[in-house]
């Protein structure tokens, strides 16, 4: 075994034994069960962890992430998450989390070839493909990459909301809350963009409130620079 990897188990046992001491019994209350609150469906982006970001212990966060975030009809590895979060966990809140700087984004927008992922970064091109005339009005690659990051979150929300998994839980009466975020590698942030939909009589007009006031945000941005 390399140094380096004997550094992470050496690394391991001095967590192991500090969360022990400041919570004596923390690891056998984890035993008895697993009781969160929240789904948070995120990027894989190793600068991304979600209980730290939130500041949650192990146990709080039930987590599933993917390359640039994405939520598909025929993924039966994100629906089977989702499905055991809702239906066995109970979880109560879903979020779908971005980040700017996405480097899946990136591709997509760019239309860069990055491998056998660009078969999956293909759901982000749609995403681009469907503002694509609002996105290639912008002059400024930072901004298109940046709003586009956000673009990809509602997007992804969207998707949540329309899986059948959410759909049944919501036909069933059961509380189930979708939120859209973004997260800033810049300043460690949490950025709320406005989509929050509880049933499925709420997604449209959820979605169309929070599409229209992220491009009257950005419009504003072009226009005279001020957010």
Known sequence: MS???EELFESNRRWAADTERRTPGFFTSLLAQQAP???????A???????????LLPGDVFVHRNVANVVVHSD???LSVMQFAIDMLQVRHIMVVGHYGCGGVA???HNRRVGLADNWIRHVQDVRNK???WIDGMEDDTLRLKALCELNVLEQSLNVCETTVVQDAWERGQSVVVHGWVYGLHNGLLEDLKITVANAGEVAAAYGLALGALKTRYDAIRKNGKP
């Open 131 to 133: 503002h694509r005339t």
């Open 37 to 43: 609150q929240y789904l948070w469906i995120g990027c």
């Open 76 to 78: 039966l590895n994100a």
């Open 45 to 55: 982006d190793s600068r991304v962890p979600a209980n730290e970001i939130l500041g």
């Open 3 to 5: 140094t380096s990897l």
């Open 107 to 109: 591709a997509a927008l």
